[in-house]
């Protein structure tokens, strides 16, 4: 199986290594975007022929790995109370303490002369980011900048932290409707995109909707990546583990990437192929029977912070050392934010965190709560 259903193997799984490589991608593709303000000739965006780039493959990795780890998060909790307090402590405090250091530290200092922060400003960001809105007293900060946003990389928590509202609605189904029903939802999600975008709509709605959702159009690209890996988990005992597939996979991908053009063949292939290829690849590795990273989280885990904090210290390394030779900007880039996310671990997440990591049975749990199988 893809996933191994003995359970000493089920935990010693390679997910914090592949997690801190995702968030490295993150940071890659977006040293692309912040000094040149493109990432048309970003390696991975030249080798699918644009429909992906490191910061895609990064992010949507983050929601296939989520998927499933919130599913299972789910299954192990004693109630949908406890399952939202410990999402709760996982998202929110490196998030407000990141948008805090961005709106409070770094806004003062690159901010123009004689911009100042009111105490009411300081109210409305601070409320602002407590619903996730990413909120910051000078949008535009770096105007000088290719890109001009304080921190870029936020608006995906909103999204995160909305899925696992979804996972717990989804509790209330009963067992063998909800194993079932993510399947359907997936296809559904993933023919509207399609027609979407062969179609050329892009789906905003009222801001207020925006305000509270995120923008809808990008539902349909998080969805489908997100339930992958839920339906993984949900699965877990009839996929097969197999190279050959995974092989023919990823060439089915890369080929209709560019026989398909940018027409609805390649638009079909991108949103119809990509996403199970790459859970399948990111299962593929995180359960690989001879690759053992189990332990590179031992002194903390670093992947949530450096994708937190990596962008705005792109931002200020552009506005401050703009002479600094590209392959030293992306070195400079990923030490920083790797520094950042140590910090971020060290000082703020591990304090709200059960540290224990003890395998199911070890922990007593109600027999009438919900789980997944």
Sequence with gaps: ?????????FYRNNFDAMRLVLALLVVFSHSFALRFGTEAFEPISIATNGY??????????????????????????????????KRVRRIYPAYLAATAICAFAVTPLFAPPGFTITALEAARTIG???LLANHFPLPDLFAANPVHAVNGSLWSI????????????????????????????YVAVVATWCWLDITGRKPGGPQLVAEVIGWPYMWFRVLPNFLAGMIVYL???IIPRSTPLLLAGLAACFLGFHLGGHGPAGIVAAHVLAPPAMAYLLFWIAFHPRIDLSRTARFGDLSYGTYLYAYVIQQMLVAR??????PLFVLASML????????????????????GRRPAEHRPEKKEAPALP
């Design 1 to 9: 199986m893809l996933v191994p259903a003995d359970r000493a193997r």
């Design 52 to 85: 992906y780039n490191a910061g895609h493959v990064g992010v949507w990795g983050f929601f296939i790995v989520s998927g499933f780890l919130i599913a299972h998060s789910y299954e192990r909790s004693h109630s949908i109370g406890s399952f939202a307090a």
């Design 128 to 130: 602002a980011n407590l």
């Design 158 to 185: 909103k999204f995160e932290a909305l899925c696992y509202v979804g996972v717990a609605l989804l509790g209330i189904l009963a067992l063998p409707l909800r194993r079932w029903a993510l399947p359907l939802v």
């Design 235 to 237: 699965h877990r005992d």
């Design 321 to 326: 050392a703009a002479a600094l030779p590209f």
């Design 336 to 355: 920083l934010a790797l520094a950042a996310g140590a910090l971020s671990w060290w000082v703020v997440e591990r304090h709200f965190l059960d540290h």
